[in-house]
């Protein structure tokens, strides 16, 4: 239902803007008014039996913070610098996760006319969890759907508390 009120939107000749983050030299974007933190990974507390694209848990400012790794979730290999690493604080249904990245760039704000939809080439595993992309000077800007980044974990708890 949103991505049809965004499609509608961008129809209309409106702009978007999105956060960009990087996982190797990938450009991602995420919706702006989806993102409320950026910030450094410190203390993460490994949470044992968890799926491979939790890294475990982490204290932002007194709460309790799911970190998932976005590399791991897009299912490409681990980085040669696990070291220096970003994270965007998300809200998914009331609770707060940390995607771990490797880089953040800029906001960028965006138009109709540098958006395509998810090319039916894009690896099967991105294609769920990608809304479009935008062409850019020669880059591609893959927008991440927030909402299916990160429904995994609702769905293994629901499933669990079942």
């Known amino acids: 239902m949103m991505q049809a009120a965004n499609t509608n939107a961008a129809e209309a000749g409106a702009t978007a803007e999105f956060v960009t983050v990087f996982v190797g030299e990938t450009m991602f974007g ?44 897009l299912g490409l290999p681990p980085s040669d610098t696990e070291g220096n690493k970003m994270a965007i604080g998300l809200e998914q249904g009331g609770e707060t996760f940390a995607l771990v990245v490797d880089g953040v760039g800029e906001v960028l704000k965006l138009g109709v006319d540098t958006h395509e939809a998810v090319p039916i080439n894009l690896d099967a ?29 609702g769905e293994r708890r629901g499933s669990v508390a079942a």
């Open 125 to 153: 595993r991105w294609r769920d969890l990608a809304l479009g992309v935008h062409r850019l000077d020669g880059r591609l800007l893959v927008i991440l759907d927030v909402d299916a980044l990160l429904a995994f974990g």
């Open 30 to 73: 995420l919706a702006i008014n989806r993102v409320h933190d950026v910030f450094i990974p410190a203390g993460v507390t490994p949470v044992p039996l968890s799926p491979p694209e939790i890294v475990g848990l982490l204290n932002l400012r007194g709460r309790v913070v799911t970190a998932v790794c976005l590399r791991r979730r």
